[in-house]
């Protein structure tokens, strides 16, 4: 099937944040949350930020990606920028499974944040770089109800 160019509206009426919605069971907090995407704006500004401190440390940088992902079954955002320290309290453990799948779904764990740094100079755009983003094996759903629980893993649900 072939499918045609898309117009500006056809591309501003897409919610394409919603669309990738995944739940995680987090055992610590006794329940599932759902994780969204980064916007575009959140993805840049937490990739600069990181690019900044390189070598210095960002501090809560697990939970800054966290917060910018955490969502209502609607996909609007749970936590504000100022509120990471209240984030940054709960449980290690949560927070690193939580990280995990918002690395998986946003494309920007470790390695990815060395190769934007890396093949990145001063005022290079990143869609400039050579390398493709990877696919991400997270399931995702078209419906304003996040996907069905995730595995027993404590993970996101992913595909077979």
């Known amino acids: 099937m072939t499918v045609g160019i898309l117009t500006k509206q056809q591309i501003a009426a897409v919610d394409d944040l919603k669309a990738k919605i995944v739940r995680v069971e987090v055992p610590e907090w006794g329940g599932t949350v759902c994780l969204r995407p980064m916007t575009v704006r959140e993805l840049d500004d937490y990739s600069n930020e990181v690019m900044r401190n390189k ?73 400039s770089r050579s390398d493709s983003p990877g696919t991400s094996d997270v399931t995702s759903t078209t419906s304003s109800e996040c996907p069905s629980p ?6 996101p649900t992913t595909s077979t």
């Open 55 to 127: 070598g210095n440390g960002l501090r809560d940088f697990r939970t800054r990606l966290v917060a910018c992902s955490l969502c209502d079954e609607h996909g609007h955002r749970l936590f504000t920028d100022d509120e990471v320290d209240m984030l940054a309290s709960k449980s290690g453990a949560a927070m690193d499974r939580l990280y995990r799948a918002c690395d998986e779904i946003n494309d920007i764990g470790p390695k990815r944040m060395e190769d934007i740094a890396g093949n990145s100079s001063p005022g290079q755009p990143e869609c």
């Open 150 to 155: 995730s595995s027993a893993s404590g993970g």
